[in-house]
């Protein structure tokens, strides 16, 4: 048997030859994927319509042609592409294809094709997958079926079919059956395929896979301390950042809107861990997540940082990862505290100013209390840049900046215990304060995301960040 397909130039090549085969006196079925007219009057008796691709998955066919020689109903051999030697070997046609080239690649098989080839083993094979199974009544919106089971944050979701997980899957390496932790506050088992599944519901594409598996990876570390993050009643979830060659490869905005909305990858790669949490381990709103007021970040908060500046080190070469290589790292923040300074002209003076604004993270009395991830805009970075400024001497003059008087004026002294003595005390604990380049080329504003107040502890939580496996 062969299976060709009209689009493939090789195919045209061979229909000649599958004359030559047939009239030789061979049994011969050739299976067409696209348009049999192509096959002409010699292969007409002989050509069966394929454009299922059943036959084509069944017989596991990769490239085409593909020619197959069957004895008593088992495969025996088969050749892909055009080789003369192999095709004669395989038919024992010691003249066939004389005058036709010795050899030419041959084309994919529209039965392996990226959407195709999931449809197919969902509907002809064994998919593997080991999630339960809801069958949607005839007519009914899957949509609306999500949302009637509680799969959704509140926005539509992408319905998990078995082709979609697969697909999903194909974003990894990794065994879908490998647990990769105990999702709190239930702490149920997450497996990669149940990643899989609620990053479907997310909208992820399947190449964001990696970044989402590394992201949850963090999260469950026990340092990060998810369940207190997702059972508290204070603001936060968990903030993504992306570092890395993966950020640009699937897309990633570390620009214009970095933190806003418009880029998919951005969007769903954080909405996926929040699913994760929500659907495996159960921090639904209103019952184990008891936040007074929430943020828009349980939804997703998730951006890539600016690497643009060879001169800057990246947040994930700062926490130990080596240059090059792909990072995420998450932050339990709240929402936006955007930071409007047009004024200041020397970092001296910009460091002054973004200080007075990060003394209001948590309150302004409140030190040692929670940490904060300062995002610089390109046009603050670059006061700092023309002056030398790097990484290290901002985050120095910033903690500087930041030292407070244990009494006086605001009440700083509150909850400090009798044992501090003294005269300064930081705003943040050493460690605690996260500098990222993002954003627009343009206008004088940089953001701070404020931090889970369980940073008051800092060594019990803290921001956690994981090598991209991909």
């Known amino acids: 048997m062969a299976v060709v397909k009209d689009d493939c130039e090789t195919c045209h090549l061979a229909i000649p030859v599958l004359a030559e085969i047939l009239r030789a006196g061979h049994p011969l079925t050739v299976y067409w994927q696209d348009d049999g007219a192509f096959l002409g009057p010699d292969l007409a008796a002989t050509a069966t319509d394929d454009r299922s691709l059943e036959q084509s998955f069944h017989l596991d066919i990769h490239t085409v042609p593909t020619l197959i020689r069957e004895e008593e109903d088992a495969e025996t051999g088969r050749t892909e592409g055009w080789n003369r030697a192999d095709w004669r070997d395989l038919t024992g046609l010691p003249a066939l294809g004389d005058g036709l080239p010795a050899h030419r690649p041959g084309c994919g098989s529209r039965s392996v094709q990226p959407g195709i080839a999931e449809s197919l083993r969902a509907r002809h094979g064994d998919t593997g997958i080991r999630a339960r199974t809801i069958e949607v009544a005839s007519g009914a919106d899957p949509v609306e079926a999500c949302y009637d089971r509680g799969w ?96 640009r490869r699937i897309g990633m905005n570390a620009g214009l809107n970095a933190l806003g909305q418009g880029n998919r990858a951005n969007a769903t790669i954080g909405r996926a861990v929040n699913l994760v949490v929500r659907n495996v381990g159960g921090g639904r709103p209103g019952e184990i997540d008891r936040s007074t007021l929430g943020s828009p970040g349980k939804y997703t908060f ?169």
């Not at 319905?159 to 390496?173: A, S, V």
């Not at 369940?227 to 950020?247: E, K, L, Q, R």
């Not at 951006?303 to 090059?324: C, K």
């Not at 700092?384 to 900046?401: D, K, P």
């Open 152 to 247: 959704t944050d509140g926005l539509p979701v992408v319905p998990p079919t078995p082709e979609r997980i697969l697909r999903m899957l194909g974003g990894t390496r990794r065994d879908r059956a490998e647990v990769i932790g105990r999702i709190p506050p239930a702490m149920a088992p997450c497996t990669v395929e149940k990643v899989a599944v609620n990053a479907v519901l997310a909208g992820c594409r399947p190449e964001y896979m990696p970044v989402v598996l590394a992201a949850l990876e963090a999260a469950l570390d026990p340092g990060f301390t998810l369940h207190g993050v997702t059972c508290s009643t204070c603001f936060s979830g968990p903030v993504v950042i992306v570092n890395g060659p993966v950020a």
């Open 302 to 470: 998730c951006f890539a940082e600016d690497e643009s500046d060879e001169e800057w080190t990246p947040l994930s070469v700062a926490r130990g990862v080596p240059t090059g290589r792909s990072a995420v790292t998450v932050f339990a923040g709240d929402g936006i505290q955007g930071v409007t300074e047009q004024k200041a002209r020397t970092p001296e003076e910009l460091t002054r100013s973004l200080a007075m604004a990060l003394a209001a993270v948590g309150h302004p009395k409140l030190c040692e209390w929670a940490p904060a991830l300062l995002v610089l805009s390109p046009e603050h970075y670059a006061i700092y840049r023309e002056a030398g400024w790097g990484r290290e001497r901002i985050t120095g003059a910033l903690h500087e900046a930041l030292l407070r008087p244990v009494a006086g004026a605001g009440g700083v002294a509150e909850g400090m215990p009798p044992s501090y003595r003294g005269p300064l005390i930081p705003k943040f604990h050493p460690g605690a304060l996260l500098l990222v380049r993002a954003g627009g080329s343009a206008g004088l504003f940089s953001a701070i995301i404020a931090g889970w107040p369980g940073g008051r502890s800092f060594d019990e939580s803290h921001p956690v960040t994981r090598e991209i496996r991909e």
